[in-house]
């Protein structure tokens, strides 16, 4: 799916799906392509809510490069600039998107805002509605059911328990009330704000069925 105008424009689409597939193969199920995927496609629909309508080509091009400046990146790792040259260097994309998509990206996190946000540095971010239609599809992705999902599925992958316990320490359990009960707080379109609400309300009813059946075991 895309919302190319343009052979040039979807056969770059098209070279960064097949890029974005191939880097994300090692990803665990938590940010892997399919999750990408998913962001990719409710931005976009996302974008076609809002009015004025965002730069569709700039939306699905961050939302596929999202997660290519993210936690799982190491010192040795390319900046992003040169990991995505080949494709921001594309002559159906300007050089001022190409920019834009180069800001977005590292924009989009729950932690990036909040960091930002304390520094003083969240700026031109409050008025860019093509990163709040990447943002609130990837944090919409974050919560609801595939978001306790990918919950459980990255906490496996850092070796993180599951359930709180007496000794502390961390777990899955507790990102609910650490960071994922918090996202509807923070969305930014009107699409955004509506489904985060239904979503919430999936992550309370599960976590309330989590504490009765602790509650068998005391």
């Not at 080509?57 to 390319?78: G, I, N, Q, W």
């Not at 919560?143 to 992958?157: H, Q």
């Not at 850092?158 to 000794?167: A, I, W, Y």
């Amino acid at each position: 799916m895309s919302e190319a105008n343009g052979t040039g424009e979807q056969e770059l689409l098209d070279k960064a799906e097949a890029f974005v597939r191939a880097h994300m193969a090692g990803y665990d199920p938590s940010h892997d392509w399919p999750h990408v995927d998913r962001v990719r496609r409710l931005a976009m629909r996302i974008a076609r809510t809002l009015n004025p309508q965002p730069d569709l080509l700039v939306v699905e091009l961050a939302a596929l490069f999202h997660d290519l400046d993210d936690k799982y990146r190491t010192p040795s790792s390319p900046t992003l600039s040169s990991l995505l040259s080949p494709f921001l260097s594309h002559p159906s994309l300007s050089p001022k998107q190409a920019d834009l998509i180069l800001q977005i990206i590292p924009s989009v996190s729950y932690t990036s805002e909040l960091r930002l946000t304390k520094n003083g540095e969240w700026t031109w971010q409050s008025s860019c509605a093509e990163l709040h239609a990447v943002q609130d599809s990837d944090r919409l992705d974050a919560v609801g059911s595939v978001g306790i999902m990918r919950c459980a599925a990255f906490s496996c992958k850092v070796n993180r328990k599951l359930v709180e316990d007496s000794e502390g320490g961390g777990s899955a359990e507790g990102h609910f009330e650490v960071k994922l009960l918090r996202i509807r707080d923070r969305m930014k379109t009107p699409f955004g704000k509506e489904e985060a609400e239904r979503r919430h309300q999936t992550m309370v009813d599960f976590l309330s069925s989590l504490s009765r059946e602790r509650e068998l075991l005391q």
